[in-house]
């Protein structure tokens, strides 16, 4: 009771507050009124309650506010006259480099004709310098107005926007990329539950005595709604950090709690600044994310969906077993006349082995059981026994939340794709495929695609044994919990015994003679099990990722990488997901890796 106590005493506060900043706050007045006892006239006001200053804020797991409402300060640069910029830079305490990108940022485009209308966002310290030398310059205005303002620079693809104050940057993205820039359209919880962080308005109806003091109300006064504030699963620190490890370069970082499907950091990137695409002096930025090639505004975990690479054998793996296809103990040789295989390794006498070298060959042969496997039911006809084996694959690879949205808290979430028999008979045309034209599924190539949040609740699914709880933003909403939805548990079609199966082979990925060996945190008595994939792409150089989890036997994080054209999965992807998974477990890295984080967090920085 207390805490709603406080809410709406929050709330009225603000109403106040609203009264004294803005020069003339929403009211009308109605006709005066006589008391019938006293004789006393009061006037009728009506005040409107502005939805702007009851929206709920947005916080991080462990309650740090990340958004909220606040006064923000514009300083708007006279439109004509000439400005002299050093002592503009004098009156706000900025060295001339700074004025000079302050000003650029703020311009839409790089010709920005001159006399365009440039507004800055001062601090309020800047603000006390120029209200106290306005006098000298009688050009500058100052206004003030309410927005959502972003207290860290993390996140953006999480937290997103309010679609209100994004309608500059509509008008820009629509100005460069035409038909497709509602792929560029992130607006993240601010969006995805705009009803529930805004609250109802409504209106006030005080009796107000010539002195202007209040006496009661004329009408019942429509309740408004504080709007609640939005709890989120992330970990503003993690993301921050894990923002630093991928940096410029192109890609994703997912990181789950496998226990609740809450997820721990959202790394999209390029990353950017979380305000870049509401703040009023920002256009310049805006227009230069809008033109990158990167395309850093696509929310990649999200939206993007692509070839898993060897990861994707943990998942064959588990069909395998499944439907007896291979058990734990089953070997195949390493024939590169089937596929090549990159590494050079011993015998993979065990599925375990299989894992721990990423055998294509012997993946190859895995998926070639499964698709070639006779049934129990007496068909001969071995193209039906082909389709319905790869139909029954796709039925159990989908238990997985593949080839569907997840119905993860983000907008405009991607599927991904699975091909069925038929999505074969058509491509391949004819319905007389053999297994040696699809044979690229058994290393996660090919027609595959999976999203990043794919990615990683895989990964949680494997930490379970089997079963997962959908991935979400939010984990409650003002005092109550998720969307009922995320608290519903779903289970795949395969045992857990088999998803046990994979474990030794992921945590032999991580030791010495594994694909991933050189990023093992045993030195800090921390058991990873991941997975290595280097994905092939027509494109330019291969893509690296990443899948894994830890503790191994009791895991608390789930993580999955994905790097665009930066090569070996075991080199470029799996050194990040370690490095987060060993801060959120131990809380720092030990002093060993250190020098190894700063070469990781450079070349994000570079962007290779
Ligand atoms: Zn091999």
């Not at 509401?278 to 230069?288: C, L, Y």
């Not at 474990?503 to 800090?524: E, H, I, K, N």
């Not at 984080?597 to 920085?605: D, F, G, L, M, V």
Request: with cysteine; charged share 20%.
């Amino acid at each position: 009771m207390c805490t709603a106590f406080n809410r709406w005493g929050k709330g009225l506060l603000l109403v106040f507050l609203a009264l004294a900043a803005c020069s003339s706050p929403e009211q009308q007045t109605g006709a005066p009124t006589q008391d019938p006892t006293t004789g006393e006239v009061y006037t009728r006001r009506r005040v409107v309650v502005n939805d702007s200053l009851i929206r709920g804020r947005v916080l991080d797991r462990n309650d740090s506010v990340l958004v909220d409402t606040r006064l923000q300060y514009l300083l708007k640069l006279p439109r004509r006259s000439p400005l002299d910029t050093l002592a503009l830079g004098e009156l706000l305490g900025w060295d001339s480099t700074t004025v000079r990108q302050r000003i650029a940022d703020a311009l839409p485009y790089e010709n920005t004709p001159a006399g365009y209308p440039v507004q800055l966002s001062l601090t309020a310290a800047e603000v006390k310098r120029v209200r106290r030398d306005s006098a000298d310059w009688p050009n500058l205005i100052l206004t003030e107005r309410t927005q959502r303002v972003y207290t860290t620079g993390a996140g953006a693809p999480v937290l997103g926007y309010m679609g209100a104050e994004a309608q500059a940057f509509y008008r820009q993205a629509k100005r460069y990329r035409r038909g497709r820039f509602y792929r560029l359209r992130n607006g993240g919880v601010e969006t995805y539950y705009n009803g529930l962080l805004n609250g109802r308005h409504g209106y006030l109806h005080p009796l107000v005595d010539a002195k202007g003091k209040e006496h009661g109300t004329w009408a019942k006064d429509t309740t408004f709604q504080q709007g609640q504030d939005l709890h989120l699963t992330i970990d503003v620190k993690l993301q921050a950090y894990a923002e630093k490890l991928i940096g410029n370069r192109k890609g994703y970082l997912v990181a789950l709690d496998p226990r609740t499907g809450e997820i721990l950091c959202f790394v999209s990137a390029p990353v950017y600044p979380a305000a870049t695409i509401t703040a009023p002096d920002q256009a310049g930025v805006r227009a230069k994310l809008l033109e990158s090639e990167d395309m850093p505004l696509i929310n990649r975990p999200a939206m993007l969906a692509n070839p898993p690479g060897s990861v994707f054998k943990l998942v064959n793996a588990a069909v395998a077993l499944q439907l007896g296809a291979i058990s734990p103990s089953t070997a195949f040789r390493c024939d590169q006349s089937l596929v090549s295989c990159v590494h050079d390794h011993p015998q993979a006498s065990s599925l375990t082995k299989g894992l721990k070298y990423s055998c294509n060959p012997y993946f190859y042969q895995v998926m070639q059981n499964l698709i070639n496997r006779m049934p129990d039911s007496l068909a001969v006809d071995t193209v039906a026994v082909r389709h319905a084996n790869l139909d029954l694959w796709r039925r159990y690879t989908r238990s997985f939340g593949l080839d569907s949205v997840l119905g993860v808290d983000v907008p405009r979430e991607a599927p991904g794709f699975l091909p069925t028999a038929a999505y074969y008979d058509k491509a391949r045309r004819t319905t007389r495929w053999t297994y040696r034209s699809v044979y690229s599924l058994s290393i996660g190539q090919g027609e595959i695609n999976l999203t990043g949040l794919q990615m990683a609740n895989m990964a949680a699914i494997i930490a379970n044994r089997g079963w997962y709880y959908t991935p979400h933003l939010v984990r409650s909403v003002g005092d109550g919990g998720p969307l009922a939805r995320f608290t519903e548990k779903h289970r795949t079609l395969i045992d857990s015994v088999h998803f046990a199966a994979l474990v030794p082979g992921m945590v032999a990925v991580m030791q010495r003679g594994g694909t991933a060996d050189a990023s093992s945190l045993a030195d800090v008595g921390i058991t990873v099990a991941g997975k290595t994939g280097t994905v092939q792409n027509d494109e330019g150089d291969d893509h690296a990722a990443f899948v894994g989890f830890a503790p191994a036997n009791n895991p608390k994080i789930a993580v999955a990488v994905y790097i665009e054209n930066a090569g070996f999965g075991a080199t470029a992807a799996a050194p990040c997901a370690v490095m987060v998974m060993e801060k959120y477990l131990r809380g720092s890295i030990a002093p060993k890796r250190k020098r190894w984080e700063k070469r990781i967090q450079r070349r994000a920085q570079n962007g290779y």
